[in-house]
């Protein structure tokens, strides 16, 4: 039996976190979540950019549809849409198994 003086650093959190994530990644659930999550959020990028292509060939002839278009709004926006739909539809599949 242990020495009731000597304790784990940090408290109990520090022996149950690990602990957590091995059981987390042990399971099946998650890698179905990230080859999902990978489909969908690889599918969404794709679309982003050949979208964003086709608007950027609009804004060679109209400056001022160049002055709005911006890289954050047609690129980034959509693929961390597709993350953001992901972990709301399909997170709480993880907590259920």
Known sequence: MPSPEIRPRGGPLFVL???EWRD???GHTIWVLLLLLSALVGYSYTQAVSLYGEASKSAQQLPE???????L????VPTFGALYLANTFLFPF???F
């Open 17 to 19: 976190v690990p602990k």
């Open 24 to 26: 987390t990644l042990a």
């Open 65 to 71: 549809v160049a002055r709005s278009l911006s890289p």
């Open 73 to 76: 709004d047609g690129v980034f």
């Open 94 to 96: 993880i907590g259920s």
